[in-house]
């Protein structure tokens, strides 16, 4: 798992700044509220304001209840249609579990089908690119531990078959605690919580590392909910492989992290350092926020040490 300052840099902050259980054993699902009872406080938008880079993108969401799916479009702002490119398709079954995802940029397709159990669990996920033919497979087994459940992961390679493993271990209220990438290359990566918060993540191995801190803003008297991410990935939003699924962010890694740009518990600032055989560095953003009456955010500023950009939200 090598680093350089390109991929950091490419992966880590331009692309967001460039474009926005059975339970305890069998799921850890939280008990939230169905897409249908929610849509009339989600965002209708998302608007993207590189500053920067001086250019505006706009993403047009359109929920179909009865078919059990988001499609989330770029608007090409020149006409009055709100719904010009498809950028992505989320499809749901009864249950609220995500068990399609579409990406595209209107040339390329690439489509992700998650198979599930009878308890909803991920089977397997196949990814599949329009272009190339081909499909790529994750399979997932389930190992329970107290309040912990490890989530272990192969991942079959289309190109050559080859197996990447990696063994992600949560507790009941979703948090991440670790993911161990066995191989020749293995990596632990280490995530630590404060309030049930993400305040540290990281990895390191020999003399290269990676840690990152985050901390969060927390507005009076209590901290409004942001549905917005955990409607779109749906019941099991928190899986990794599932948050790759998502571009609202305003940090991602993947496979690694991804801090959603509607996280619930609405990101103040984050800061990493990072060390490989080739490169080393650190950079770090910070967020500040606007809320309408009803403790949805309708702005999110985001400073780094090289980009400046916002995300315009409307419902």
Same mark, same amino acid.
């Not at 995802?101 to 159990?117: A, H, L, M, Q, T």
């Given at each position: ?54 250019? /505006?993108?706009?993403?047009?969401? +359109?929920?179909?209840? @009865? &078919? ?6 770029? !608007?090409?702002? =020149? ?109 632990? /990566?280490?995530?630590?919580?404060? +309030?049930?918060?993400? @305040? &540290? ?6 003399? !290269?590392?990676? =840690? ?104």
């Amino acid at each position: 798992m090598r680093l350089n300052l390109s991929r950091i840099l490419s992966v880590c902050l331009l692309f967001p700044l460039l474009i926005a259980c059975q339970k305890q054993i069998d799921s850890l699902e939280e008990e939230i509220e169905q897409p249908e009872e929610v849509l009339k406080l989600l965002p209708r938008q998302f608007v993207l304001n590189h500053f920067t880079d001086n250019y /505006i993108e706009v993403w047009s969401m +359109q929920y179909d209840s @009865a &078919n059990r799916r988001i499609n989330v479009y770029y !608007d090409d702002t =020149t006409n009055a249609n709100p719904y010009d490119v498809l950028k992505a398709s989320y499809q749901f079954n009864a249950a609220g579990y995500l068990v399609k995802y579409i990406n595209s940029d209107g040339i390329d397709e690439e489509v992700s089908i998650i198979s599930r159990d009878a308890n909803n669990r991920i089977k397997f996920i196949t990814n599949a690119d329009a272009n190339l033919g081909e499909i790529d497979t994750s399979f997932y087994t389930y190992e329970a531990n107290g309040a912990q459940v490890k989530h272990s992961v192969e991942r079959r390679a289309y190109w050559d078959q080859t197996i990447v493993k990696r063994i992600d271990t949560y507790v009941y209220n979703n948090n991440v605690l670790q993911s161990l990438r066995p191989g020749i290359d293995g990596v632990d /990566i280490l995530y630590q919580y404060q +309030q049930n918060k993400l @305040a &540290n993540a990281g990895w390191s191995r020999g003399t !290269d590392f990676f =840690t990152m801190s985050m901390t969060y803003q927390t507005p009076e008297p209590v901290e409004p909910r942001d549905l917005f991410m955990e409607l779109i990935l749906g019941k099991d939003h928190f899986v990794q492989d599932i948050q790759d699924m998502y571009f609202f962010f305003v940090f991602r890694d993947s496979e690694f992290l991804t801090l959603s740009a509607s996280d619930p518990h609405h990101i103040n600032s984050f800061s990493f350092v990072y060390k490989s055989d080739t490169d080393e560095g650190s950079d770090g953003t910070d967020c500040t926020y606007e809320f309408n009456e009803k403790g949805q955010p309708i702005a999110i500023f985001m400073q780094s040490e090289e980009y400046t950009a916002q995300y315009l939200i409307r419902y």
